[in-house]
């Protein structure tokens, strides 16, 4: 609807006026029914008719647009699956209209956690994928619990029987480190996706166990090992942050007096560089004394019956170390692990459990 | 068919009169009374002249002039003023020529000749020649780039010829195929595909003529027509921008290292590159020979003179290749190496050493490695290492090699026993490479590191490298190498005789030099 008032020159409008509105009108009426007709079908061609995300040919169209801008300005992206897994069981006690809206509920929550510049799409089978512009392998992970948190207390899957309940599952890619094309990224989220199903996280139980438990219970799987292998690695690990100093991360060291000297012989190779990944060491003592970079050092009295470790999360790979608490040279129990789900698990419990403070925003900021 | 000119005045006799005057120019008119119906046929007709009345009734002349010029279909329309006001003359904020009162029409029609014949210069290759469709002119007035735009948007099929004098009595000619609007084929002189037609849109001169006619070529170019000119132009402006860094065509350029020197993972553009460097020298022969376009083989040639990997000679004649075999590392390999170092750390940080993983199938092995480093002049070697208390399970420094005064490979003693499996992709992570060193029966020494050989190789960008150390009187079988030869990559595969102090040296410098990016 358009409304003339107040002719320009001050007159009331005359037949030419209005033979020239009508036209106007009509112009405008059909070139509007137009628009609104060709907006909705490209919607429509771009909408999963279900979840009302936005479709998978679309998503891949818009990943690998993604990717040649990624390249050119040397950026960073990430992208992440929730798997639902088998629907099955839901079907079959919610029917079909409610695996529906199951369906749409899910993308509803994912779509709450997202920012305006990212992107939700349904690919299918329970399956949804998200693409995450300028985020790194942090910033996917903070998503990535936040939106299993999400779902877990949704009403969505509280209310399915136990039995029938989704087990969503979430697999994370960044771009350029996990895959330099479309294909090789959807590959490394769907491995991703599978081996967060078989994460010892899973196998041993840890999600409902506190992180002392859940540390101790990995000591057992561990191996006996000489008091120097975990030292060295410990002080390794530490120093390694150095090399790279422009990679996200986050370190968590709680190396109570069997590693506390390698920790601060790597701390000491950091002297002066001005590093992206954050340092937390929770141990007595005075922090080391160079103001770069800063070390986060906290009391052991709020851990007081951990087992010492070392976490390292973040772009590159994941790491984490268990000693047993034991004193002296000789033999100690280790555990270590590379599998990044179990990382990430127990960086991500640190922080909750102990409310270890972070500053890291969920996303990359602009490389320097 | 004559040009079209829009006529807008709210005065109606005015307006038959100008009417008359331009078609008995032989111009075809249409007259509006007010700004509405004006731009109705503006955009209907699309007029070559529009002349506008300065007071037209509902959209003045200057508003209605302002809207045409927003829109790119109108954009061309020339525009001509009229007012009855004669102080109206006096306005210079108008974007055309203004006719103040008194009104002659014979004048406002020369007025309209006047812009279509100033029109007709600007847009030479709408004149048509010779037959229906054909098009030429001068790409001085209108580059090939905005030409294959605009024949993209109308979907033309046909041929576009271009040519340029290059020097007196030489012409170079290029051709370009489209089809359905899209780039299909080009060539210029040799260069063919996406080379010729970046060549070509490079050309701010020269003459070009289209003929639309039927092409049955196959297609040699695939990618989209704009993403090929947007490419295009960026070889251009970056051409233009680094003009003065990229060597001269006409200058010499010579490798100046050994190919062995060369490290074993090369983009396919560098590499085919170097191998034109073994056969020409000129700078544009270099170019011609080269299958990529003419901006990426220059940019890659200054890279390698700015690395001191070639040589560049602005007068005539190859160069030699200087002798690079003074110590390990020659200052190109040490540029190299800190380029590489400093790609990773913020600007201002001190580039810290290099990490060279050390995997050994067994203690031997890195006895006789260790005592072969010790050898190399600016090679550190770690206490425990040359006092041989060190164990198989350590992660630690085995020893430094300096490249130049501040900078060197640190080598970084690493378990091999399957517990330590986690470790290897945070140690491997960020590393120039991984050295392994197998020593007895080959087929025993791969099975001892095979997991970790094959954990690094999964990393990006994994460059691995191994030392085949061989006893004295000791004999490789080839059945057992090539077994092998799957795990282990033959072109960074090094047969070492610890036997001859001399040769295992040259060898392990060799490898040294292979394993810095």
Redesign the interface.
């Known amino acids: 609807m358009a409304r003339l008032t107040d002719r320009l020159e001050g007159d009331a409008f005359d037949d030419?006026?209005r033979v020239?509105a009508q036209?106007?009108s009509r112009h405008a009426e059909v070139a509007l029914a137009n628009a609104l007709r060709f907006r909705a079908l490209e919607k429509r061609s771009l909408e999963d008719p279900i979840s009302g995300a936005y479709t998978a040919q679309y998503f891949q169209d818009v990943v690998r647009n993604e990717i040649e801008k990624a390249n050119r300005f040397g950026r960073s992206f990430a992208l992440l699956e929730l798997d639902l897994g088998s629907l099955d069981a839901a079907l079959r006690e919610a029917g079909e209209a409610g695996v529906q809206i199951l369906l749409t509920g899910v993308a509803e929550e994912l779509t709450r956690l997202l920012r305006a510049a990212d992107l939700l799409a349904a690919g299918g089978a329970g399956r949804f994928y998200v693409l995450l512009a300028e985020a790194d392998a942090l910033g996917a992970a903070v998503l990535k619990r936040r939106a299993l948190q999400a779902l877990g207390a949704s009403e969505l899957f509280t209310r399915i029987g136990a039995d029938a309940r989704p087990d969503p599952q979430v697999g994370t890619a960044v771009y350029?480190?996990d895959g330099a094309s479309l294909e090789a990224l959807l590959r490394v989220l769907d491995e991703r996706v599978e081996e967060e199903r078989r994460s010892p996280v899973r196998r041993l139980g840890l999600d409902r166990m506190t992180l002392a438990e859940g540390l101790q219970t990995l000591l057992e799987e561990g191996?006996p090992?000489?008091a120097e292998?975990a030292a060295?690695?410990a002080r390794?690990?530490v120093s390694?942050i150095?090399?790279?100093?422009?990679e996200r991360g986050l370190l968590y060291a709680a190396p109570g007096t069997a590693l506390i000297g390698a920790v601060r012989d790597g701390l000491e190779a950091l002297r002066?560089?001005?590093t992206r990944t954050e340092l937390v060491v929770i141990a007595d003592g005075e922090r080391p004394d160079f103001p770069e970079p800063a070390v986060n050092w906290l009391s052991p009295q709020r851990i007081a019956c951990l087992a010492p470790f070392v976490i390292?999360y973040g772009d590159?790979?994941a790491?984490a170390l268990v000693r047993d608490a034991k004193d002296g040279a000789g033999k100690t129990r280790l555990f270590?692990?590379?599998?990044r789900s179990l990382v990430e698990h127990l960086a991500f419990r640190l922080q909750q459990e102990l409310a270890v403070p972070s500053h890291l925003p969920a996303t990359e900021e602009a490389r320097? | 068919m004559s040009a079209l000119v829009l006529i807008a005045d709210g005065d109606q006799r005015r307006a038959q009169r100008i009417a008359d005057a331009c078609r008995a120019s032989g111009l075809e008119c249409r007259v509006t009374s007010?700004g509405?119906?004006a731009l109705?046929t503006a955009l209907a007709e699309l007029p070559a002249v529009l002349v506008a009345q300065l007071d037209l009734?509902?959209i003045d002349g200057p508003k209605l002039a302002a809207i045409l010029r927003a829109n790119p279909r109108t954009q061309p329309t020339r525009l001509l003023f009229v007012s009855e006001r004669a102080e109206a003359a006096a306005r210079k904020d108008l974007p055309g020529r203004l006719i103040a009162a008194p009104v002659d029409p014979d004048e406002v029609a020369s007025g309209v000749r006047a812009l279509l014949a100033e029109r007709d210069g600007a847009e030479a290759p709408s004149e048509p020649i010779g037959g229906a469709g054909i098009v030429e002119g001068d790409l001085a007035q209108i580059p090939l780039a905005d030409l294959l735009q605009l024949f993209h948007v109308s979907r033309e099929t046909g041929t576009f010829e271009v040519s340029r004098e290059l020097e007196v009595g030489r012409l170079a000619r290029g051709q370009v195929l489209l089809r359905g609007g899209d780039v299909i084929a080009a060539s210029v002189e040799a260069a063919l595909g996406e080379k010729a037609l970046y060549r070509l849109l490079a050309w701010d001169r020269g003459r070009f003529v289209f003929r639309p006619e039927a092409v049955t070529e196959t297609a040699t170019i695939q990618r989209p027509t704009r993403a090929l000119l947007r490419e295009g132009k960026r070889h251009v402006e970056e051409c233009g921008r680094l003009a003065v860094d990229l060597p001269p065509l006409s200058a010499h350029v010579t490798l100046c290292i050994q190919r062995s020197a060369l490290p074993n993972v090369i983009h396919p553009l560098t590499q085919e590159v170097l191998v034109v460097l073994e056969l020409y020298s000129r700078v544009q022969d270099v170019i011609d020979h080269c299958s990529y376009p003419d901006y990426q083989v220059l940019r890659t040639l200054h890279t390698l003179i700015r690395r001191g990997m070639v040589e560049l000679r602005r007068g005539p004649g190859p160069a030699e290749a200087p002798d690079t075999a003074a110590g390990i590392f020659a200052p190109a390999h040490a540029a190299r190496l800190r380029e590489w170092i400093e790609a990773?750390?913020?600007?201002g940080?001190?580039a810290?050493d290099a990490?060279l993983l050390v995997v050994a199938s067994d203690a031997g092995a890195t006895r006789d490695f260790v005592r072969m480093l010790a050898r190399l002049p600016g090679v550190a070697i770690d206490e425990r290492f040359t006092t041989g208390s060190y164990?198989a399970?350590?992660?630690?420094s085995l020893g430094r090699i300096a490249v130049d005064e501040d900078l060197g490979i640190e080598l970084l003693h690493t378990p091999v026993a399957q517990?330590f499996?986690?470790?290897?992709?945070?140690?491997g992570?960020?590393a120039l490479g991984a050295l392994f060193l197998l020593s007895g029966p080959a087929s025993r020494a791969v099975e001892a590191v095979r997991p970790t050989l094959e954990a690094l190789r999964r990393l990006?960008r994994a460059r691995t490298f191994s030392l085949l150390l061989l006893e004295k009187g000791e004999r490789v079988v080839p059945e057992e190498v090539r077994e092998n030869l799957s795990l282990l990559d033959q072109g960074s595969l090094f047969l070492i005789p610890l036997e001859s102090s001399e040769k295992s040296s040259s060898l392990l410098r060799e490898m040294l030099q292979r394993v810095l990016p």
């Open positions: 030419v006026d020239c036209k106007f350029p480190r191996s090992e000489r292998t060295q690695i390794f690990v390694e150095g090399r790279r100093p422009r002066g560089v001005a390292q590159g790979p790491y270590h692990t590379s599998d320097a | 007010h509405a119906a109705e009734p509902l990773v750390m913020p600007r940080t001190p810290r990490k164990s399970d350590d992660l630690t517990r499996a986690p470790l290897w992709p945070v140690a992570h960020g990006p």
